[in-house]
């Protein structure tokens, strides 16, 4: 699910991860290369800061940042509160309301299709009710830091950017995706 607001020149977005949809959905071909939208950082790095009172998710987001550090793709760096560039949360229970069937959502701010703040939030008590289990945990944040990065939906399942993804974690098409991304200019998509 894709919603997008425009503001004067400041472009809001939010893409969000929904829960595992089961064996009614078929795949697509396996894509190449993850697509990416128009927008990116104006460099393969970003600054992030965990914002969540949670341990075991401050976990999960520390392991899924360092699963994508390990690619070479991109680095995410340790930020202030005040400066971060990435807010990584976990939701309220005001926001849990919102969130819907939604285990993911990844908010984000573009000017000029350069990316300015990103903010992703998991939603515990969904992921929980489903059994999602550790592994499933960090797919959910490796999914949503690459929004994060500028990531698209992949239509495969063989990736971590699949829609409803839960069981898979960054694949070679994903890095390929990120790769692609920060070698071609903002505003451009694939
Ligand atoms: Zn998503």
């Known amino acids: 699910m894709r919603k997008m607001t425009w503001l004067k020149t400041l472009a ?4 969000s991860l929904g829960l595992w949809g089961g064996p009614s959905v078929t795949s697509a071909a396996a894509a190449t290369v993850t ?8 460099h393969d790095h970003a600054t992030y800061v965990i914002t969540t009172k949670s341990a075991y998710y401050r976990r999960i987001w520390q392991e899924a940042i360092q699963a994508w550090n390990q690619t070479g793709a991109f680095k995410f760096e340790a930020g202030t509160k005040r400066h971060a560039q990435i807010k990584l949360d976990t939701d309220s229970r005001q926001q ?3 969130m819907g069937d939604n285990v993911g959502v ?6 000029n299709n350069d990316l300015t703040t990103v903010t992703s939030t998991l939603n515990p008590e969904l992921m929980h009710a489903f ?3 550790r592994a499933d945990d960090e797919h959910v944040a490796e999914h949503e830091l690459g929004h ?3 990531l698209n939906h992949n239509p495969s399942k063989d990736s971590v950017m699949y829609y409803r993804d ?7 098409v994903d890095v390929l995706g990120v790769e692609e991304r920060y070698h071609t200019p903002a505003g451009e998509s694939d």
């Open 12 to 15: 809001v977005f939010v893409v």
């Open 131 to 133: 059994g999602y289990s």
């Open 35 to 42: 697509p990416f939208g128009a927008q990116r950082f104006a």
């Open 96 to 98: 849990a309301a919102m």
């Open 148 to 150: 994060a990065m500028g």
């Open 106 to 111: 990844t908010q984000y701010w573009a000017k």
């Open 166 to 172: 839960r069981s898979v974690g960054i694949q070679k």
